[in-house]
């Protein structure tokens, strides 16, 4: 097995990530060493080459959870490898990924327009990866492997309870696009109709018949925490990067705003992604 299909590159601006992988690295080292094994006979007795063996000890590679499984099971370290799955796990995710991922976490409400795909909360796994391979400069396999892990994990702010309230504004132009073929289209369409059904979710359409649209600037993104605090961001402000400042926000909403009275209510959107799953 090559060392492409049992780990991930590690980061070199994740500092956290960096000293994460740093740390079980050494701990690998350090227990395959006291039991007296050599890198080659450990990589054997894994099923995984020699070099993989020495970058994921070196820091250099973000072993997989099932190398850390076989390494307790072959150096008897008694679940002590295994349990360093967890950190390994959030590492595994690129920084700006994971960093959006925490925010949402603890958000309780959030307004999401996205005017060229379907938002990314809202993806099935293939549209999503249909959108990654599509990417120019094409990204290695390595980094769509990582991008997907992301997106699949940060559905889970569809499970929590209290579920936070979600409002996405989508374009009948991205509803309508059939990227990666009509079969991956239509199943993203049947997705977005039972999301649209949970009462937490307010799913709008922004149809392309809009003589005014107020989201030309770009996509927005505001999340509210339940302490008050929130935080923002959009192409048109600061650069797109995380803004916390109140005017900047109220900017933010107030564009959110017109756009969602601009778009279709909830119900009628739905109907239009039905008549777009018939036409599909």
Do not use: C
């Not at 590679?61 to 360093?84: C, F, H």
């Amino acid at each position: 097995m090559s060392a492409e299909d049992s780990g991930w590159e590690v980061d070199p601006d994740d500092e956290w990530g960096v000293a994460v992988v740093a740390t079980v690295g050494r701990q690998l080292r350090l227990r395959r060493e006291s039991v007296g094994m050599s890198g080659a006979e450990f990589g054997e007795a894994l099923g995984y080459g020699e070099d993989l063996v020495y970058k994921i000890e070196g820091g250099k590679r973000i072993p997989r959870p099932e190398y850390l499984d076989k390494a307790d099971g072959v150096l008897r370290a008694e679940g002590l490898l295994s349990a360093m799955k967890d950190d390994v796990a959030k590492v595994r995710y690129p920084k700006k990924v994971r960093e959006l991922a925490t925010l949402e976490a603890r958000a309780v409400e959030m307004q999401l327009y996205d005017p060229l795909n379907v938002h990314g909360l809202l993806q099935t796994p293939e549209y999503a990866r249909g959108l990654l391979m599509m990417r120019r400069p094409a990204y290695t396999k390595d980094e769509v492997d990582r991008y997907m892990a992301a997106r699949v994990a940060r559905k889970s702010v569809f499970d929590r309870d209290p579920a936070p309230e979600l409002s996405f504004v989508l374009e009948e132009v991205t509803l309508r696009r059939p990227l990666g073929g009509r079969g991956i289209l239509r199943r993203q369409l049947e997705h977005l109709l039972i999301v649209a059904e949970s009462r937490q979710v307010e799913l709008q359409v922004m149809p392309l018949s809009r003589e005014e649209h107020a989201g030309l600037a770009g996509g927005i993104e505001v999340l509210k925490f339940e302490d008050g605090t929130a935080v923002g961001r959009s192409p048109a402000i600061a650069g797109g990067r995380p803004v916390t400042d109140l005017r900047q926000l109220r900017i933010l909403e107030l564009r959110y705003g017109i756009i969602r009275t601009q778009a279709l209510t909830p119900r009628e959107s739905a109907s239009v992604i039905e008549q777009l799953l018939g036409e599909t």
